[in-house]
Structure formats: C-alpha cells, structure tokens
C-alpha cells in the first residue's frame, strides 16, 4: 500500500490560485493529490517528484460527465469535486504550449467563474452577515455581562472580526483579480 499523509491547509474562495500552486508544490515534492477530505483537509499520496499543473474551476454543481470529458480531450485528469471546485491536474510535460497549461481558454471564461464565486459564495455570505450577524452584534449592548455572558461575547465577537475579514480579504481579492483580467 502506498504511503499516504493528510495535511490541513486554509483556503479563502479567493485563494484558489494560492491552492493550485501549493499543490503543484505537493507534487513537485513527491506527494500526489488523491482526496479533498473536509474543509482544508488534503490527503497525499508519496509519488516520485514530477511537474504537474494543478487546476481549479467553480461550478455550483457537481461536473457532469461531459464536463469532464470536454477537460480529459485536453489531457487534464478529474480528480474531483469539492464544495463547489472541481480539481484538474495534467502532467507539464503534456503542455506544449502555454495556452495548455491553462483550463480556460479565454479570458471571458476567466472573469466568468470569478463573477460565479462572487454571485454564488460572496452574496450569500453577506446576506448571513447583514441578516443574522449585523442585528445581533448591534443588541450586545442590552447584555448584563454575567461570566457566561461575557465568553458568549467574546466567541461572538471573534467570529463577528473573522467575518469581516473574509468578506474584505475575499471581496477585494476577486475585485482584483477580475479587474487585471479586463485589461
């Protein structure tokens, strides 16, 4: 049986560029990708170093058996599905150009899935946030502050800060990202 590690690495929806090079890296190192377990969990499996091209595409539902194949005509294997990615991997070796080491062909395609991430993970996200964290975070002040109080707050207020930066860190980081695309 081959040798298999399972590594816990975070990634923001907007991070998804930072995923890929950090497997090409796994990789790179000998540790093939196999299985996305639960959140930022990554199972590995001990492989000789080789050069590959890790890929990440956002679809809301899982790929449909066209989908893949439309990506396994160009050489790009399927090795997954996980919360809304789908993960991709072709060996560089198969590349011949630069245009191949690229899932996407255009750079519509490009802007398209970032605008899908924002529409479908972004907006929800801020929905929650304006719904449910903002009016709570507003009524603290009608608290007695008994020591059961006072953790439930502070719980609250870090996920309240955590919040607020995923949204700022995400947003501005797919904002960017899409506008280098429409130069």
Same mark, same amino acid.
């Given at each position: ?9 975070? &990634? ?9 090079? #950090?497997?090409?890296? +796994?990789?790179?190192?000998? #540790? ?7 959140? /930022? /969990?990554?199972? /590995?499996?001990?492989? +000789? ?5 890790? +890929?990440?595409? !956002? ?25 809304? #990615?789908?993960? /991709? ?14 899932? !996407? ?10 605008? +899908? =991430? !924002? ?5 929800? =996200? ?24 006072? =953790? &439930?707050?502070?719980?609250?207020? =870090? ?5 607020? #930066? ?18």
């Amino acid at each position: 049986m081959a040798k298999t590690k399972t590594q816990m690495k975070i &990634f923001t929806i907007a991070d998804y560029k930072e995923e890929e090079k #950090w497997l090409e890296n +796994q990789h790179s190192n000998g #540790w093939k990708l196999i299985k996305i377990n639960l959140p /930022f /969990f990554y199972t /590995f499996e001990k492989v +000789q170093p080789e050069k590959v091209i890790y +890929q990440l595409d !956002f679809k809301e539902k899982e790929a449909t058996d066209d989908y893949i194949k439309m990506y396994e005509d160009y050489g790009w294997q399927h090795l997954g599905y996980y919360l809304g #990615w789908n993960y /991709f991997r072709k060996y560089e070796s198969a590349a011949t150009s630069e245009s191949d080491k690229e899932i !996407f062909s255009d750079t519509e395609s490009k802007i398209e899935m970032i605008e +899908q =991430v !924002f529409k479908t993970r972004m907006l929800p =996200v801020l929905t929650i946030f304006v719904a449910v964290m903002l009016p709570n975070f507003c009524g603290l002040d009608k608290l007695d502050f008994s020591p059961s109080e006072i =953790v &439930f707050t502070i719980i609250y207020l =870090v996920v309240f800060a955590l919040y607020i #930066w995923g949204i700022i860190h995400c947003g501005i980081k797919l904002t960017k990202m899409k506008k280098e695309l429409e130069k």
